[in-house]
């Protein structure tokens, strides 16, 4: 099993930047995938990057803003947030994969954009 947790979350004004990281720890070896989900009050869970051995994905929304990159040594993923708007506010989730197909989440860390 994976163990997350995140850090990084703040109250940012528009236009501004935040870092969000996350910790793995556990059975890191089976890890193929990782990534950041987020929540919105009154919104389904969405994805806003992935990351795989060499490959990201993102989200239409934030392309060009944010940056996904993963730490294999540190068993970190960080999440570089740039731009920030007001509809990036939401509860920002790390999410990991194994080989096994077994999904692992962070308990949150909460990003609001605001002036």
């Known amino acids: 099993q994976v163990q997350l947790v995140e850090s990084g979350g703040d109250l940012v004004q528009p236009g501004g930047s935040l870092r969000l990281s996350c910790a793995a720890s556990?059975?890191?070896?089976?890890?193929?995938?990782m990534g950041w989900y987020r929540q919105a009050p009154g919104k389904e869970r969405e994805l806003v990057a992935v990351?795989?051995?060499?490959?990201?994905n993102y989200a239409d929304s934030v392309k060009g803003r944010f940056t996904i990159s993963r730490d294999t040594a540190k068993n970190t993923v960080t999440l570089q947030m740039n731009s920030l708007k007001p509809e990036d506010t939401a509860v920002y989730y790390c999410?990991?994969?194994?080989?096994?197909?077994?999904?692992?989440w962070g308990q949150g860390t909460q990003v609001i954009v605001s002036s």
């Open positions: 990351i795989t051995s060499g490959n990201t």
């Open positions: 556990g059975s890191i070896f089976r890890i193929n995938r």
């Open positions: 999410y990991a994969r194994d080989t096994l197909n077994v999904d692992s």
